[in-house]
């Protein structure tokens, strides 16, 4: 954790944690424009710790990411047992 200017700037695996979260719906609000992007450290994003909580609030839902895992696994099972056949 970073702090500059009263904020607290994280890494997006930092963030991920913090929040309880993976770090791939915080790559996709980077890409829809969501999140702003406040620097890099090496390969890794610098984001805003109170942006980030605050965009969870508005657009996380809890309910949806366990759909989607749930989807996902379908998926898995069934690619593996197409592959058996």
């Given at each position: 954790?970073?702090r500059?200017?009263?904020?607290n700037f994280?890494t ?17 609000a980077i890409r829809?424009?969501e ?8 390969t890794s994003?610098?984001i805003d710790?109170?942006?980030a ?14 759909r ?18």
């Amino acid at each position: 954790m970073v702090r500059l200017y009263g904020k607290n700037f994280v890494t997006i695996r930092e963030a991920a944690r913090e929040l309880g979260i993976s770090t791939t719906p915080l790559v996709y609000a980077i890409r829809r424009k969501e999140l702003k992007v406040y620097g890099i450290v090496g390969t890794s994003y610098l984001i805003d710790l109170n942006e980030a909580q605050a965009w969870k609030a508005r657009n996380y839902s809890e309910e949806h990411a366990e759909r989607v895992r749930q989807r996902w696994e379908r998926q898995k099972r069934k690619r593996k047992r197409s592959k058996a056949s």
